[in-house]
């Protein structure tokens, strides 16, 4: 297990397991681990977060659990995202809309470093789905 974090493509990112983490910011950042660290360490819950719009310039990902909010099951995988943004906040979430729309992002339009410094705009969608659970997504603001 390695625990190194480089630069690769001018995007600092860690692997400390290889096992489907990510850490994806710019490396303007690199060089301010500390509001980097803040931002992941403090971050708020997505779901509870009264934001309108968020500008996102980067994100962690990494494989997570999600408990059953009706306590019949046992925990499921999930995805565990936590969203960096230019305002210097973070907010996490265990949504696969959301984590699967952070992945859109960065193969539509690559590396974090290429981004706009104030990263896009983005406004949360909640879809509701059958049984009262809902699919997020983000929506890139036009």
Known sequence: MSNEISLVDETMV???TGQGELL???ARLANNRVSVYNMINNAESLDKADVKEIHIIGFTQKPDMRNDPTGKNPPAPCTGSTILTAEGNGYFTQSEGIAKSLQTLVWVFGSCDSWPEN???F???ATKLPKGTTMKSLVMAE
């Open 14 to 16: 860690a692997t400390p």
């Open 24 to 26: 994806a910011i710019p």
């Open 119 to 121: 990263g896009y705009a």
């Open 123 to 125: 406004t949360v969608k």
